[in-house]
């Protein structure tokens, strides 16, 4: 009884410096705080992440409420540049936008989509590839078929044609915020191959593991050993991944409204701004596509960095 | 190395069955033909007929029959769009694509093929530091928005290069080239840029790393201690070495070049294949996406196949593990 009270004592003291103790000695924080770059890219994600939760209480202007654009506003240089207008920090588009203002909200339209269509990818993938580590026979060779059929084409082409089809059928040019869920659903069946492929050799090495014939001893069914047992080793890799898979689905987003395939000029994200920009390059209005061009760098950039990062500080054999 | 490559051919078989599955539930299931075909006013009789015409009233199997028969011919029927058969309106747009995409690979590795090498040996100089900026750049920086650049930059601002079109073009038979005039290729110098960026830093990573492995080794220890020059054990003993990965990386790429070309081409309105299948998908021209989707399988599983048997040619060890299998 003594022994064990102490062995309490022991712990609960213990647990009084841990959960700042743990914080501190933690290999990931530690490596975090050595690297100087991946804190600025972590700080620039944060910073995007935040500023589109926020855009509508902390944009300049309301690019959509038509009644507060003006044509006589409209194709401001930015205010430093002659002609500029301080209103309008980055300048105006042909409508009279604040430019600022768009990138904020189409930010927000592209971090949507990106972060919505990982989970897609990553719902499928994982699902996927634990049936087919832990099965195994054939449904883990119908599976795996699929993703090799599906790995032999760029995911950008994929994407292209899900979205293609999808307009087809739903009609997206009548229903309004049907190109949003179009994109989703195109990017995200795009790039669960890779979730799946990597679920599926851990889950391999995993199903052979004790604590899974424990489990399967006592009773429990196949779907609950996978999902509730199996599935927290086998998330560190799927992080890293899905960190990886959000620049690319920004990116590819970004892409496919670039080509006029992905979300209208009524609803903006980053992508559609840079197309709508384009159209007056020649006219020598480099702000309407070059500042929603360096957002749109800067996001992928800082995302792919960190991701870069953890996919280091995870992986036990360069440490 | 035989069994590898009939096990090949059949796998390449299987991929190009699903695909054309694909293209046949997309064309036979997705919108319906007739209505895309005719004009809102065409009466019922009329839909019938162009029902019966197409063969659309048979049962399924004998459709999926004609259309297989009918890839194989590269007949796909004529577009929605532009009331033209499917396979002229790529044939046209071929070459202007392949002169892209060779254009790009060429510029890849002429200067890829260099800067690895450079960067290899010369670890910590002033220039590999801007060979490797330059390159990390090239891999973050989104195809179309360094297309948009490049416009920018010589198109806009110093008005030495053109920003859209393919200049010039000469007829060669049924190929129309670009590359023999002086407007297609002045036309084609940023096009390719943006295409090659992407597969140039690959290449000038991938050699990097190598020239860095291969360096390490003992034969080029034993090299130097027989006294040859440095530019011979660089160029004559470390590169040779290196080229195995690089050699099938160049060709996985050409593969991702011609899809990647769907946006180079739609920034530089160059008339390819590219960006006749974007206008397929926004006008929801299924006929001309069946068949770009048919043609670029075939072109990529053509690759994977050269590239696996040249690997396998190439690297001894594989022939190896591939005959026991």
Redesign the interface.
């Known amino acids: 009884m003594e022994i064990d009270a102490g062995d309490e004592d022991g712990s609960a003291a213990a647990d009084d410096t841990g959960f700042l103790a743990r914080v501190r000695d933690n290999d990931l924080l530690h490596s975090f705080l050595r690297n100087r770059l991946v804190v600025v890219a972590a700080a620039v994600t944060l910073t995007f992440v935040l500023l589109s939760v926020l855009a509508p209480w902390i944009a300049p202007h309301d690019p959509y409420d038509v009644r507060t654009l003006s044509l006589l506003d409209s194709h401001t240089p930015p205010a430093w540049e002659q002609g500029g207008d301080p209103r309008f920090l980055l300048g105006t588009d042909d409508q009279g936008r604040d430019i600022l203002s768009t990138i904020l909200f189409g930010a927000r339209i592209s971090i949507a989509i990106g972060i919505l269509s990982v989970l897609l990818a990553m719902g499928i993938g994982v699902s996927l590839g634990l049936i087919a580590g832990y099965f195994g026979g054939p449904a883990d060779t119908v599976i795996m078929?699929i993703a090799d059929?599906q790995l032999?084409?760029?995911a950008?082409?994929t994407a292209?044609?899900i979205?293609?089809?999808a307009?087809?059928?739903l009609g997206a040019h009548q229903s309004a915020g049907g190109e949003f869920w179009i994109l989703v659903v195109a990017i995200g069946l795009s790039y669960w191959v890779q979730y799946a492929r990597t679920v599926r050799g851990v889950t391999l090495v995993e199903r052979n593991k004790e604590y899974v014939q424990a489990a399967r001893l006592i009773g429990l069914g196949p779907f609950k050993i996978m999902f509730a047992q199996v599935l927290p080793n086998v998330m560190s890799p799927v992080l890293v991944i899905a960190t990886i898979n959000l620049a690319l689905a920004v990116?590819t987003e970004?892409?496919l409204s670039?080509?006029?395939?992905g979300l209208p000029p009524t609803e903006p994200s980053l992508g559609t701004l840079?197309r709508i920009g384009?159209n007056f390059?020649?006219s020598?209005e480099?702000w309407i596509?070059?500042f929603p061009?360096i957002a749109?760098?800067a996001l992928?950039?800082a995302v792919?960095l960190v991701g870069d990062w953890l996919r280091d500080a995870l992986n036990p054999k360069l440490r | 190395m035989l069994a590898f490559a009939i096990r090949r051919v059949i796998e390449a078989a299987?991929?190009m069955l699903?695909?054309a599955l694909l293209a046949f539930v997309?064309f036979r299931f997705?919108?319906d033909p007739v209505n895309q075909m005719v004009g809102q006013d065409t009466p019922l009789e009329d839909r019938i007929r162009i029902r019966q015409e197409l063969g659309l009233d048979d049962p399924v199997p004998v459709q999926l029959g004609r259309f297989l028969w009918g890839a194989v011919r590269f007949d796909f029927g004529i577009s929605y769009q532009v009331k033209q058969p499917v396979a002229a309106l790529i044939a046209e747009r071929f070459p202007a694509t392949i002169e892209l995409a060779l254009a790009a690979a060429v510029f890849a590795v002429v200067l890829g093929i260099p800067m690895g090498v450079y960067t290899g040996i010369h670890r910590d100089s002033w220039l590999s530091k801007i060979f490797l900026t330059i390159s990390l750049i090239g891999i973050?920086?989104?195809?179309?928005?360094i297309g948009?650049?490049l416009?920018?930059l010589f198109?806009?601002k110093l008005g030495v290069l053109p920003?859209f079109g393919r200049g010039e073009v000469v007829a060669i038979g049924f190929w129309r080239t670009g590359l023999l005039t002086a407007s297609g290729l002045k036309a084609l110098i940023l096009p390719a840029i943006t295409l090659g960026l992407f597969q140039m830093t690959l290449v000038t990573r991938l050699v990097r790393s190598e020239m860095l492995e291969v360096l390490r080794t003992d034969y080029i220890r034993f090299a130097r201690a027989r006294g040859l020059a440095s530019r011979a054990i660089h160029f004559g003993h470390a590169l040779k070495n290196t080229l195995v990965p690089v050699i099938t990386i160049i060709g996985l790429q050409v593969?991702?070049l011609i899809?990647?070309a769907?946006?180079t081409e739609?920034?530089f309105q160059w008339p390819g294949m590219g960006l006749l299948?974007?206008q397929?998908?926004?006008n929801?021209d299924?006929p001309v996406?069946a068949a770009y989707?048919m043609m670029?399988?075939l072109l990529?599983?053509l690759i994977?196949f050269i590239v696996d048997l040249l690997y396998v040619a190439v690297d001894p060890r594989i022939r190896i593990l591939g005959g026991a299998s």
Do not use: C, E, H, K
């Open positions: 078929r059929v032999t084409f760029p950008i082409l292209l044609l979205d293609g089809v307009r087809v059928m990116l970004a892409t670039f080509l006029g395939v840079i384009n390059l020649m020598g480099y596509v070059i061009g749109l760098a992928v950039l792919n | 299987v991929v699903t695909v997309l997705v919108g973050s920086l989104p195809t179309f928005l948009i650049l416009i920018y198109a806009v920003s593969g991702a899809a990647f769907i946006i739609t920034v299948f974007i397929s998908v926004q929801a299924i996406m989707l670029v399988a990529f599983v994977n």
